[in-house]
Nanobody, 124 residues
Framework: QVQLVESGGGLVQAGGSLRLLCAVS????????MGWFRQAPGKEREFVAG????????DYNGSVKGRFTISRDHAKKTLYLQMNSLKPEDTAVYYC?????????????????WGQGTQVTVSS
């Protein structure tokens, strides 16, 4: 079973940057994909970015494209989300997720395993 633990959230001013990390334990392979989601207060959870564990093909929500970058380190079994030019509307709890057994296109969902989330707050 895959377990995911996020870190790196915090409080930042608008225009600033944060890097989120997701430590992956358990079996993760070339047939899997990873993603980041977020949920703001009173809103539904939304897809932020996804990546194949092997190959590195990516997808992004249009609202973050050009500002956020998803990446992964195989040796460290860690998923990253580099967030630049942050805006107050990026404020949310950010979740790491794994899509197992669907190949690189699994980055588009559905997702099978979820982390507990990390809070990102962007002040204006």
């Amino acid at each position: 079973q895959v377990q995911l633990v996020e870190s790196g959230g915090g409080l930042v001013q608008a225009g600033g940057s944060l890097r989120l990390l997701c430590a992956v334990s358990g079996p993760i392979s070339s047939n899997d994909a990873m993603g980041w989601f977020r949920q703001a207060p009173g809103k539904e959870r939304e897809f932020v970015a996804g990546i194949g564990w092997i190959g590195g093909m990516t997808d992004y929500n249009g609202s973050v494209k050009g500002r956020f970058t998803i990446s992964r380190d195989h040796a460290k079994k860690t998923l990253y989300l580099q967030m630049n030019s942050l805006k107050p509307e990026d404020t949310a709890v950010y979740y790491c997720a794994a899509s197992v057994g669907r190949g690189p296109l699994g980055r588009r969902g559905p997702y099978d395993y979820w982390g507990q989330g990390t809070q990102v707050t962007v002040s204006s």
